[in-house]
T-cell receptor
Framework: GEDVEQSLFLSVREGDSSVINCTYT??????LYWYKQEPGAGLQLLTY?????DMKQDQRLTVLLNKKDKHLSLRIADTQTGDSAIYFC?????????FGTGTRLQVFP | DVKVTQSSRYLVKRTGEKVFLECVQD?????MFWYRQDPGLGLRLIYF???????EKGDIPEGYSVSREKKERFSLILESASTNQTSMYLC?????????????FGEGSRLTVL
């Protein structure tokens, strides 16, 4: 069945890099996504990667995709307090998105 | 600026009451979704709709129904609210299974059932 798993919490010091990991089960997804949810808000698309790519870089964000291991990661360079949020990965084996459990990133000074 | 608006940010209801959660989008999107968000469980799909008057069950439809009478409006209905339906409810819309599949979310409706 479809299942997307993430660790629940990550705590990093301001200025360090954050790496949020995700494993998924369905290899037929054309795209994989990272969404960000700030406190008191809905989710917003942060970035996405096409399934035939290994890596995508977008300013401070780097997405790595290992299709063999069905592993997706999001690296945030120079993490700032404004990056504190819940981060969801999502796969799209059909025309619906399957979301992970979300990783709460806490950035401390 | 694209927008998905959920009419109520916070609601408190009693067990057995009928609850309506309204969602309106201004992007002329065909597809609309209702999720519930619970700590440690992520987002779970309740119902979705790909067209007016069309609805499909998601992963956890029990205890819920929906209405899509107009393209821009998708309502979630709890016929008889129960305490286990206390949750954050998120509405989302998208133009379709396009290149990015980006869902646009509302800010959420936090429902407490006493």
């Amino acid at each position: 069945g479809e299942d997307v798993e993430q660790s629940l919490f990550l705590s990093v010091r301001e200025g360090d890099s954050s790496v949020i990991n995700c494993t998924y089960t369905d290899s037929s997804s054309t795209y994989l996504y990272w969404y960000k949810q700030e406190p008191g808000a809905g989710l917003q698309l942060l970035t996405y990667i096409f399934s035939n790519m290994d890596m995508k870089q977008d300013q401070r964000l780097t997405v790595l995709l290992n299709k063999k291991d069905k592993h997706l990661s999001l690296r945030i360079a120079d993490t700032q307090t404004g990056d504190s949020a819940i981060y969801f990965c999502a796969e799209s084996p059909t025309d619906k998105l399957i979301f992970g459990t979300g990783t709460r990133l806490q950035v401390f000074p | 600026d694209v927008k998905v608006t959920q009419s109520s940010r916070y609601l408190v209801k009693r067990t057995g009451e009928k609850v309506f959660l309204e969602c309106v989008q201004d992007m002329d999107h065909e597809n609309m979704f209702w999720y519930r968000q619970d700590p440690g469980l992520g987002l779970r799909l309740i119902y979705f709709s790909y067209d007016v008057k069309m609805k499909e069950k998601g992963d956890i439809p029990e205890g819920y129904s929906v209405s899509r009478e107009k393209k821009e409006r998708f309502s979630l209905i709890l016929e008889s609210a129960s305490t286990n339906q206390t949750s954050m409810y998120l509405c989302a819309s998208t133009a379709g299974a396009g290149a990015t599949g980006e869902l646009f979310f509302g800010e959420g409706s936090r429902l407490t059932v006493l």
